[in-house]
């Protein structure tokens, strides 16, 4: 089946560094990604959508300027947490759009746990 | 806006036994589509199971069923013959228009 693959699975950071996470469509193509945080013990919150070619679309209270997203081509797209602080702390999982848009075939990464020293 | 809802934090099920997850949801579309989500300790999702609202056939995939009923927009799952591997975290989630909800979360112990 599909697979979406995300990198690093772990990072550790320093309060006020920057963090890029990715996430790659290993075997199709996605025009659409979904970028998610989750707590621990909560559900997945969706923070934005990632558009191929254009900007990404962003739930209300995530601040765009904190949490960039860049998805330059059809594999991949980019989270990058900037001058990332301890309460950035949590669980990202990106997913992708295998149907091309409207069914929701999304595949999920595997997660990336970032913590903010 | 869509919204799931899971109102049972917690279940748990006796291994070879019955269990059934609610979930209810609510969207103003008429075209969506809705899903189960297994996270096991890894984190993972792991898609379990998917229905198309305009099909009024339950979906199956082998010891998993949903019983899902449109006009209470009520969507759950039951899993059957429990096995010791069906223990995680089990998400209920909407889809349409390329927006994808999930409902809070159901922890699922199963006893051996």
């Known amino acids: 089946g599909a697979v979406v693959s995300q990198h690093p699975s772990r990072v550790i950071c320093k309060s006020g560094t920057s963090v890029k996470i990715e996430c790659r469509s290993l075997?199709?193509?996605?025009?659409?990604m979904f970028w998610y945080r989750q707590f621990p013990k909560q559900s997945l919150m969706l923070m934005a959508t990632?558009?191929?070619?254009?900007?990404?679309?962003?739930e209300q209270g995530v601040e765009k300027d904190k949490f960039l997203i860049n998805h330059a081509s059809l594999t991949l797209s980019t989270l990058t947490v900037t001058s990332a602080h301890p309460e950035d702390s949590s669980f990202y999982i990106c997913?992708?759009?295998?149907?091309?848009?409207?069914?929701?075939?999304?595949?999920f990464g595997e997660g990336s746990r970032l913590t903010v020293l | 806006a869509q919204t799931v809802t899971q109102s049972q934090p917690e279940m748990s099920v006796q291994e070879a036994e019955t269990v059934t997850l609610s979930c209810t949801y609510d969207t103003s579309e008429s075209d969506y589509y809705l899903f189960w989500y297994k996270q096991p300790p890894s984190r993972q999702m792991i898609l379990v199971i998917r229905q198309e609202a305009y099909k009024q056939q339950n979906a199956t995939e082998n010891r998993f069923s949903v019983n899902f009923q449109k006009a209470a927009k009520s969507f759950s799952l039951k899993i059957s013959d429990s096995q010791l591997g069906d223990a995680a975290m089990y998400f209920c989630?909407?889809?349409?228009?390329?927006?994808?909800?999930f409902g809070a979360g159901t922890r699922l112990t199963v006893k051996p």
């Open positions: 989630a909407s889809y349409n228009n390329n927006d994808m909800r």
């Open positions: 997913s992708a759009d295998h149907s091309g848009g409207g069914s929701g075939e999304l595949f």
């Open positions: 075997d199709f193509q996605a025009t659409t």
């Open positions: 990632s558009n191929e070619g254009s900007k990404a679309t962003y």
